[in-house]
């Protein structure tokens, strides 16, 4: 290990996380009856301009009186570029009392994004004696996000989770695709001509590169990976490849912007029983091995040694934490 100690943000079950506009009281009511893990209220993209008041006052009287349970509970601001996001932060926090949880940043560019935003929360809440610390989501969608990514993913102690924002992402990076999220048929590898034989076309993820790297940054920091939306809600089996394609490389979860959403998050981001068993006999057997003095052995034919025990570690704890949620 090296000598500098990772410090983990607060433990967090984060395997599905509904996106609910702030423009819509009723959808909140019903997102607060829902299995998702974390639901974020929205004074952002999914409300229009002349909305964007209302939908403020709805979040607050949503905070102040509907019973969010043991949901975490986050308010997505609008972007440090508009003139609503400093009233949607003194708002939220001088007039919707204790039961906040998080807000998430959108558009992240730089760190100095993260520390005005962070003075403007410490500012309210001190203003209002706040007892709970409000922590940050960061949703890395920009170019200028993704080439800061290492210096924004340290520049707060508030910060818990970094998301990818696919949608805006896309147009900062003037990708070729107008859906939100999945795979692109344009986005794929034509093997070689071996004489006549036909030639196979593999498609590819063109979003590997940018979870990869938000995985790597989150996770050197201490912070939840968390992917993005997946906007096709009619198509659960892509939404559930996308997810299980970022779950392989780390994320704790992905954001629902429909409630069937919800439920393939949830089952994509809980490690199965199976894993769960297995994990428990990657212990089970080092624990044996170290017994005897060795530090790799055989299970199932598969070489495992001290790093599978992390590994394990990870599930079993995972599992646990779900169990108890
Ligand atoms: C989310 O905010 C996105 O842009 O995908
Ligand atoms: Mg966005």
Redesign the pocket.
């Given at each position: 290990m090296s000598f500098t100690l990772v410090q983990q943000a607060p433990a967090r079950l984060n395997r599905s996380e509904l996106a609910v506009p702030g423009s819509n009281y009723e959808f909140m009511e019903k997102a607060a009856k829902s299995e998702a893990d974390v639901v974020f209220l929205d004074l952002e993209?999914a409300v229009a301009p002349d909305d964007k008041v209302q939908a403020r006052k709805n979040i607050v009287k949503a905070l102040n009186e509907i019973d969010f349970g043991k949901k975490t509970l986050s308010v997505r601001i609008n972007g440090l570029d508009t003139h609503y996001m400093y009233r949607d932060v003194i708002d939220v926090i001088e007039q919707g009392g204790e039961r906040l949880d998080l807000i998430m940043i959108?558009k992240v560019g730089t760190p100095a994004d993260v520390y005005a935003v962070d003075m403007l929360i410490t500012q309210a809440e001190d203003a209002v004696g706040r007892k709970k610390k409000i922590g940050l989501e960061l949703?890395i969608?920009t170019a200028l996000g993704m080439a800061n990514i290492n210096e924004i993913a340290r520049s707060s102690k508030r910060l818990e989770s970094l998301h990818f924002?696919?949608?805006?992402?896309a147009a900062s990076t003037r990708a070729r695709t107008t859906v939100?999220g999945g795979p692109n048929r344009m986005y794929g590898v034509l093997t070689d001509k071996e004489g006549d034989a036909a030639r196979d076309f593999h498609w590819g993820d063109m979003w590997h590169y940018a979870i990869a790297r938000i995985v790597v940054a989150a996770r050197a920091n201490g912070l939840r990976p968390c992917d993005?939306?997946f906007g096709d809600f009619k198509d659960p089996e892509g939404f559930k490849a996308q997810a299980y394609r970022a779950a392989v490389l780390g994320c704790e979860g992905k954001w629902a912007i429909h409630p069937s959403q919800i439920a393939l998050a949830n089952e994509v981001y809980s490690p199965s029983e199976a894993e769960v068993t297995k994990a428990k006999r990657i212990l089970e057997a080092m624990a044996q091995a170290q017994k005897e003095g060795k530090g790799a052995v055989a299970l199932d034919g598969r070489l495992i040694d001290i790093a599978s025990i992390r590994q394990a570690e990870v599930l079993v704890a995972k599992a646990r934490q779900i169990a108890g949620a």
């Open positions: 993209d959108p949703i969608e924002g696919v949608a805006d992402y939100i993005g939306p």
